[in-house]
């Protein structure tokens, strides 16, 4: 967002955008936030949209589409092989990447699926610095390991480090001694770590990264998923690209990478996804599980609309205005709940505003699934649905036994140019309330846990009836407030 100073010292982010369509939200009463629970088993995932007022559950597949995004779906070119969209996105990703070959896919885990399957087998390694859920689960599934090898910093909730998604150089290099290079898949980077709080790395650690993969002749990927984010902070935090370009900084990062894959449901907000690369030969390697799983390679699973879509996307996120407004809101929210007491992940990051729920309900033990409970306990006297990412996001090991993650997280995502100022208002003001009721809330257990992905399906009960306590001191504090 342009730097704009207010004459009256304020300083808030204002939109470099106007609201042209909207869509009419509801806001239903508390008793009815209660049934709306139950019938969903505490999950998150599995309420309806008409039963929400804010949607805060992730920013994929639901960032504010632009008028020109819009515009260029009306003509989009539709056929099964060659169609002159498809050359227009791959126009772009050269462009933009400098990466010649492209292979469209359905969504973002559509290409953590063919990159798992072609280059993971029994034994192999992926040293990354952060997981997230869906990699994980492709790289297992293939008989791969996950090693994460995030700076120790990365994991304090509380810090002032502005890039606490950096790998740690000396991990990587001992892990690829360790396992041996050929027994590495390949090395992967994700940017905006999403489940740390979406934190970003640095160009410079990314070249520390590139320096080591190409010394042992291993494999560099980027999950470019959250780039938006991670460029916004490299522009703005990383001295030495503060004269760049955002263009400069993204071309800089790929050209660093061997693989760059995304979400477009993130980047470039639309829906679907790619893998680029420049060699022809990993090209070659990836091309043929794209027609097997997705479609075929002018189209990848997506409707040539969202291709569209998707090339004006990323054009428009080398714009500095639209990149900074995310990150910009998100740290309205961080810094108010901050000042409030309420414990928030910091420094700001990409994504969403995260609490920490182990400092939030410190009485709510990782058994009983904290962030699971603080989510459940959020929707009920907000309508704000967040998304749990602790321990239920995790998976049992092979034993069956649980494994608790390293932050108990409701991650309160902020969708690109969808809400308003007001609306994260009332969102800081219904937490800090409950922050100032949190003795009430207690914890959930599963009734229905599926052995994986769980937290997409699984259902839990409270273990006592403290929502319903929780609902009675809402009524009592705010009387027949909705
Ligand atoms: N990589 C990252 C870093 C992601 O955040 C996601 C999705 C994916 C890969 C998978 O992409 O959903 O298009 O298949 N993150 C979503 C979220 C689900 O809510 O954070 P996908």
Same mark, same amino acid.
């Given at each position: 967002?342009?730097?704009?100073?207010?004459?009256?010292?304020?300083?808030?982010?204002?939109?470099?955008?106007?609201?042209?369509?909207?869509?009419?939200?509801?806001?239903?009463?508390?008793?009815?936030?209660?049934?709306?629970?139950?019938? %969903?088993?505490?999950?998150?995932?599995?309420?309806?949209?008409?039963?929400?007022?804010?949607?805060?559950?992730?920013?994929?597949?639901?960032?504010?589409?632009?008028?020109?995004?819009?515009?260029?779906?009306?003509?989009?070119?539709?056929?099964?092989?060659?169609?002159?969209?498809?050359?227009?996105?791959?126009?772009?990703?050269?462009?933009?990447?400098?990466?010649?070959?492209?292979?469209?896919?359905?969504?973002?885990?559509?290409?953590?699926?063919?990159?798992?399957?072609?280059?993971?087998?029994?034994?192999?390694?992926?040293?990354?610095?952060?997981?997230?859920?869906?990699?994980?689960?492709?790289?297992?599934?293939?008989?791969?390991?996950?090693?994460?090898?995030?700076?120790?910093?990365?994991?304090?909730?509380?810090?002032?480090?502005?890039?606490?998604?950096?790998?740690?150089? %000396?991990?990587?290099?001992?892990?690829?001694?360790?396992?041996? %290079?050929?027994?590495?898949?390949?090395?992967?980077?994700?940017?905006?770590?999403?489940?740390?709080?979406?934190?970003?790395?640095?160009?410079?650690?990314?070249?520390?990264?590139?320096?080591?993969?190409?010394?042992?002749?291993?494999?560099?990927?980027?999950?470019?998923?959250?780039?938006?984010?991670?460029?916004?902070?490299?522009?703005?935090?990383?001295?030495?690209?503060?004269?760049?370009?955002?263009?400069?900084?993204?071309?800089?990062?790929?050209?660093?990478?061997?693989?760059?894959?995304?979400?477009?449901?993130?980047?470039?907000?639309?829906?679907?996804?790619?893998?680029?690369?420049?060699?022809?030969?990993?090209?070659?390697?990836?091309?043929?599980?794209?027609?097997?799983?997705?479609?075929?390679?002018?189209?990848?699973?997506?409707?040539?609309?969202?291709?569209?879509?998707?090339?004006?996307?990323?054009?428009?996120?080398?714009?500095?205005?639209?990149?900074?407004?995310?990150?910009?809101?998100?740290?309205?929210?961080?810094?108010?709940?901050?000042?409030?007491?309420?414990?928030?992940?910091?420094?700001?990051?990409?994504?969403?505003?995260?609490?920490?729920?182990?400092?939030?309900?410190?009485?709510?033990?990782?058994?009983?699934?904290?962030?699971?409970?603080?989510?459940?306990?959020?929707?009920?006297?907000?309508?704000?649905?967040?998304?749990?990412?602790?321990?239920?996001?995790?998976?049992?090991?092979?034993?069956?036994?649980?494994?608790?993650?390293?932050?108990?997280?409701?991650?309160? %995502?902020?969708?690109?140019?969808?809400?308003?100022?007001?609306?994260?208002?009332?969102?800081?003001?219904?937490?800090?309330?409950?922050?100032?009721?949190?003795?009430?809330?207690?914890?959930?257990?599963?009734?229905?846990?599926?052995?994986?992905?769980?937290?997409?399906?699984?259902?839990?009960?409270?273990?006592?009836?403290?929502?319903?306590?929780?609902?009675?001191?809402?009524?009592?504090?705010?009387?027949?407030?909705?």
């Amino acid at each position: 967002m342009a730097n704009i100073k207010f004459y009256s010292g304020e300083q808030v982010p204002l939109e470099m955008h106007k609201v042209r369509i909207v869509q009419k939200l509801n806001l239903p009463p508390i008793e009815r936030r209660l049934a709306a629970l139950d019938e %969903a088993g505490n999950n998150t995932f599995l309420l309806k949209n008409a039963d929400i007022y804010l949607d805060m559950l992730t920013d994929s597949g639901v960032n504010a589409m632009s008028d020109k995004q819009l515009a260029a779906m009306m003509e989009s070119d539709d056929s099964y092989a060659g169609s002159a969209t498809f050359t227009k996105l791959e126009t772009k990703i050269r462009d933009i990447f400098g990466m010649d070959y492209f292979l469209p896919v359905h969504q973002g885990r559509a290409a953590e699926n063919v990159l798992a399957r072609v280059f993971c087998r029994p034994g192999s390694v992926v040293p990354m610095n952060y997981h997230f859920t869906t990699t994980k689960a492709h790289i297992t599934v293939n008989g791969g390991a996950v090693e994460e090898l995030i700076i120790d910093a990365g994991l304090e909730v509380t810090s002032d480090l502005p890039f606490k998604g950096d790998m740690d150089i %000396a991990k990587l290099e001992a892990s690829i001694t360790r396992h041996g %290079a050929a027994n590495i898949a390949f090395v992967r980077v994700e940017t905006g770590t999403n489940l740390i709080g979406g934190q970003p790395h640095s160009l410079e650690n990314l070249r520390q990264v590139s320096k080591v993969c190409k010394q042992h002749g291993v494999l560099l990927v980027l999950d470019a998923s959250l780039l938006a984010d991670n460029l916004y902070f490299i522009k703005t935090r990383e001295q030495a690209c503060k004269g760049m370009s955002v263009r400069e900084i993204t071309r800089a990062i790929a050209d660093l990478c061997d693989i760059v894959y995304f979400s477009a449901r993130k980047l470039g907000c639309a829906r679907g996804g790619g893998i680029c690369t420049r060699s022809r030969d990993l090209y070659m390697k990836m091309r043929e599980l794209v027609t097997l799983f997705e479609g075929f390679l002018t189209y990848g699973g997506m409707s040539v609309r969202e291709i569209e879509a998707i090339a004006v996307g990323l054009e428009e996120t080398m714009d500095e205005d639209m990149i900074s407004q995310g990150p910009q809101f998100i740290k309205f929210m961080v810094d108010e709940l901050n000042r409030k007491g309420v414990p928030v992940i910091t420094p700001p990051g990409g994504l969403g505003c995260h609490l920490d729920a182990l400092r939030f309900i410190p009485h709510v033990p990782q058994t009983q699934y904290p962030a699971g409970a603080l989510a459940s306990a959020l929707f009920l006297v907000s309508g704000v649905r967040g998304m749990e990412r602790g321990s239920v996001s995790e998976q049992r090991d092979d034993q069956g036994n649980e494994v608790y993650s390293n932050m108990e997280l409701l991650r309160l %995502a902020v969708p690109r140019r969808v809400f308003t100022l007001s609306q994260l208002k009332y969102a800081v003001d219904r937490i800090v309330w409950l922050h100032e009721n949190r003795d009430l809330i207690g914890g959930l257990r599963f009734v229905e846990e599926p052995k994986m992905l769980r937290f997409f399906f699984g259902k839990l009960v409270a273990t006592s009836d403290w929502q319903h306590k929780l609902l009675a001191k809402f009524r009592a504090d705010l009387g027949d407030s909705l």
